[in-house]
Structures are given as C-alpha cells and as structure tokens.
C-alpha cells in the first residue's frame, strides 16, 4: 500500500468517525459534558474541557480504533459498537482523577475498555481489569478487540459470573479508583455489582454506570448513599467523597 493510498484511507476512516459521532450526539448533554462532571469530579469545567480536547486529537487512539470498528462492522455482527460519547466521558474521569485502579464488568468489544486504557496511557500509569463471562462477542473476535495494542498491557481480562469473581476480585485489586458496571441491567444484578464496589472505591473516586437510562436504580442507589451524581448521556458517574473509605 502506497503512503498516498494509505493517508486516503484514513482520511475516509476520520471522516466516518466525526460523522458518527455527530449521528450519536445526545448535543446538549454533550456539550455540557464537562459541566455536568464538574459537579461531581475534583476538577474544573475548564480543565475538564481541556480533556476534551485532548481527546478530539488523540490521533493514534483514532485510527487504531476506527480501523477495529471497521473490521466489527463489516463482519456484520454488529452495528453500534463505538459508544463514543459515553467513552468520552470515561476518558476524561480517567484524566482527571488520575485513575491507577480500574475495574469494569462487561468486555463484549471492549469500547470503554479502550478509552479507559487510552486516559491511563496518557496518565503514564494504571491498570483495568475487566470482568466478563466466558464466551467472548459474536463473530471472528476476541473480548477486547477494539483495544489499542499499546494499551493491552495495562489490561487484565477475568472470565466468569461476577457474584463469585467480582467480590474476589475487588478484595484483592482494591481499593479502586474507578468502578464501571456494564454487564447484566437486571435491577438485583446492578444492585449487587453497586453494593459489592461502593465499599472498595477509593475515596474521591467514582462509581459508574452505563445504560443508567433503563432504570431509576443508578439515581435512587446514589441517593441513598449520598453520592453526588451526573448523567451524562447514558452514563451515570457519581462521585465518592472522603467519608467512604475502603474496609
């Protein structure tokens, strides 16, 4: 392949990812991103911003990961693998916190996985692990396969049912600085991954939740415990002051 074919390739690749983030644009939830975790984070809208930006020309990231959409999407196994305004959103928390310590349930393509690596590659540190069930996505692929390959080694993949691995899990990695739930959306299932992290986030950190939309349980949960809490598009990010520590 030529440089001129190749530059030409990424060029249309680009243009594909603005042109699909527009498509998923929640627009004023998104552009209000940053305020919206000001709120809840120990930082700044401005420096949030800034995330932001960063992330827009984060280069290498991009054409690593629209090259993995492609292949996903002419595979024909699924159409909406990117979830680039919630992923986005994990990458600037995993900036701005500074998150060494991550876990996460729920791979599939692992799209939150890759921005969660991305923000800890421009961190220069930190770890994900992510729990899933045997099995892997449909198709040709692996969990994980949207994950840049310079990132892999940060990630830690744990296969089986989160109630007998997540506790042990979060027992032996903790305490965390970023909790995300992704898996199962049954309201006792959510509940139990909700309860089994809140106790192993490090103070300051952050509980978060995709999907959060398909129920109240993410704002009546954060309620309950006092979290202060934001959605941001369809995800919940809720903040762990001071006063809940790690057993």
């Known amino acids: 392949m030529t440089g001129a074919l190749r530059d030409a390739i990424h060029a249309v690749r680009k243009a594909r990812l603005r042109f699909e983030r527009r498509r998923l644009d929640y627009g004023r ?38 090259d993995r959409v492609d292949a996903i999407h002419e595979a024909g196994v699924a159409t909406d693998t990117t979830h680039w305004r919630d992923g986005v959103t994990l990458y600037v928390v995993c900036r701005a916190l500074e998150v060494e310590t991550a876990v996460e349930t729920g791979v599939l393509f692992g799209s939150f996985d890759a921005h969660i690596l991305a923000a800890m590659a421009e961190n220069g540190g930190g770890t994900l692990h992510s729990l899933d069930l045997p099995g892997g996505p449909p198709g040709p692929f692996e969990y994980g396969h949207l994950i840049p390959d310079r990132c892999r080694d940060r990630w830690e993949l744990h296969l089986g049912d989160a109630r007998e691995v997540l506790p042990e899990l979060l027992a032996t990695v903790g305490p965390v600085d970023l909790f995300l739930h992704d898996s199962d959306h049954r309201l006792p299932h959510m509940r139990f991954e909700y309860e089994t992290a809140l106790p192993r986030i490090s103070p300051g950190g952050v509980l978060a939740s995709h999907d959060v939309r398909l129920s109240e349980l993410f704002d009546q949960f954060t309620t309950e415990h006092g979290l202060p809490a934001r959605t941001v598009c369809d995800t919940g990010i809720a903040g762990v002051p001071p006063w809940e520590s790690p057993d």
């Open 29 to 66: 939830e998104t552009r209000d991103r940053a305020d919206r975790l000001a709120a809840v984070l120990p930082a700044s809208a401005a420096e949030l911003r800034a995330y932001e930006r960063e992330y827009d020309d984060l280069e290498w990231f991009h054409e690593h990961y629209a």
